[in-house]
């Protein structure tokens, strides 16, 4: 029995003994730790999403909420959140304007749709913001808020305007800004303290450096662009480059009303408009049109730190029907919408 217990603390001896030249010589070769496992996490993005006038007539006649998503439910509910810029606020009041109207309100009722297909994350900025005035901005961030939507982009005063907010999916922190041309719908003659502006490069800079001190990946929001065009203006594409010279990792445009061409710039993706998602602009092509995204992210642990690499962007190309209905475009569609903007790859990376 000695000689056991002895041998059993030689083998302890010799193995601390080996343990401590590898430390004091690291020319000794040293098995290397597994790497962590990768996670991944998708998520969607679409252009103006306007749940009042005509599309609300359809909902309140079909008295289902879920209506204008019903088509896109599938993919919507794959992803693990979903992004869009919501260009029609809540009041408090369940009525909503006749065609022709352009300012919008939304029935309470409405908000199921975004509950119920992901939509956890919304751009508030846009020339729509404050068509219900102050109380109609404060009402929509505080009754998206109860119903666990996060709205960027407009809000009290111009700190939460900015302020960016992050989602977590997978353990991925994703932070979004969002930014408008306008504050009120005069294409951008008159500003306030309630809404983020695409001009204010300063807070553009402070946001960004704010976001990616608390996320993985920074998504910047841009409502902004000439309606009824294929190609950006000057102000869009000087913001968006701006935006990744900062530190941004992708910005998305929307406002156009039609999918606007596509920029890769330092590496980096801008999609100056997806067009319309829910709208109710029926009397042209281009206006039934518009652009999903399903962006899929990955990240992995190395030499201690969690390395985040963009894996692929899907472009879903959409139409819409029924004065208020996307559905996924035919190959034939398909082709003519991105062939618009120059682009043959359904995926990007």
Known sequence: MKKIIISIFCLIGIGLGIASFERANPSVPVEPAQPQSEVRATFGVVGDI?????????????????LPFSNMKEILLANDFNFGNLESPFSGKDTFPNTGSLVFNVPRANVKGLVDNKFTILSLANNHAMDQGLKGLIYTKTFLGQNNIKGIGAGSNLNE???????????????????????????????????????????LKSAVLSARQQAD????????????????NEAQTKFARAAIN???????????????????YQGKYIFYSLGNF??????????????MLNVTLAQAGKDGSMLTRLVQIELLPVVIENYSTPRLATDKEAGVILDHIGIKERILK
């Open 246 to 264: 900062l530190g941004a990792d992708i910005v998305i445009g929307h406002h156009p009303h039609w999918v606007q061409t596509i920029e890769k």
């Open 278 to 291: 829910i709208f109710d602009q029926e009397w042209s092509r281009e206006t039934k049109e518009g652009l």
């Open 161 to 203: 305007a900015w302020k960016p907010e992050i989602v977590e999916a997978n353990g991925i922190k994703i932070g979004f800004i969002a930014v408008s041309y306008a504050s009120i719908n005069d294409n951008g003659k008159t500003s306030n303290q309630l809404v983020a502006r695409i001009e204010d490069i300063k807070r």
């Open 50 to 66: 306007m749940l009042s006038r005509n599309v609300a007539a359809k909902i309140k006649k079909a008295n289902n909420p879920l």
């Open 217 to 232: 990946w920074v998504v910047v929001s841009m409502h902004a662009g000439t309606e009824y065009k294929y190609k950006p």
